[in-house]
């Protein structure tokens, strides 16, 4: 299917399959749009398979074909739709992208938090300064030992995030509701392992 036929196709996950709607909405991000509205934005990124969410917003951010409120809308949602988003875009391009949107609590322009806040994350080591943080200890602790996050991570790292490393807040963005995700430019944070107790 190419991407006409698709954005007046209703929106279906079966779109997501579609391998030469893939490429074509690849090939227009990164060759051909101009300006986009944020109507006819989001209903590309609708029929963008997850994976390719992080590389079309990075071209169309990259291109000016997004505003940076459009790019706040769906960057929190793109990240947070990721298994592994450094592995889908270097993690400079999602500091620079994150840094374009200034700080968003689920999608929306939002005042960052105002105190420092004791966030933990579980890892293997070298991915310990990594982007994606939790509030929640009982939660790093279920991505450490891979309950329902297979294969774990083994280790528990934490660190006290000041309010200028916070660049997102993901809660209602992630598909498990108990869940909280703190988006951290984490190339300044102090990072210790947890020691159990």
Known sequence: MILPQALATPRSPTLWSDKQLQTDISRYI????????????????????????????????????????TLAQH???????????????????WLTLF???????????????????????????QHARRMSWTPSLDTAHGYAAGDGHAPGAGRIYTTLAEPHHVLAINDRNLANPIEVEWVLDPRHLHITEETPA
């Open 99 to 125: 840094k374009r949107a200034g700080f968003t609590q689920d999608g929306q322009v939002a005042k960052p938090p105002a105190t420092p806040a004791r966030l933990w994350r579980a890892a293997h080591p």
């Open 30 to 69: 990164t060759r051909q749009a101009g300006a986009l509205s944020p109507d006819v934005f989001a209903s590309i990124l609708d029929r963008t398979h997850p994976s390719r969410l992080p590389a079309v917003l990075w071209h169309a951010s990259k291109r000016h074909c997004i505003t940076g409120q």
């Open 75 to 93: 960057l929190g949602m793109a990240f947070a739709h990721c298994a592994r988003p450094a592995e889908l875009l270097p993690q400079q391009h």
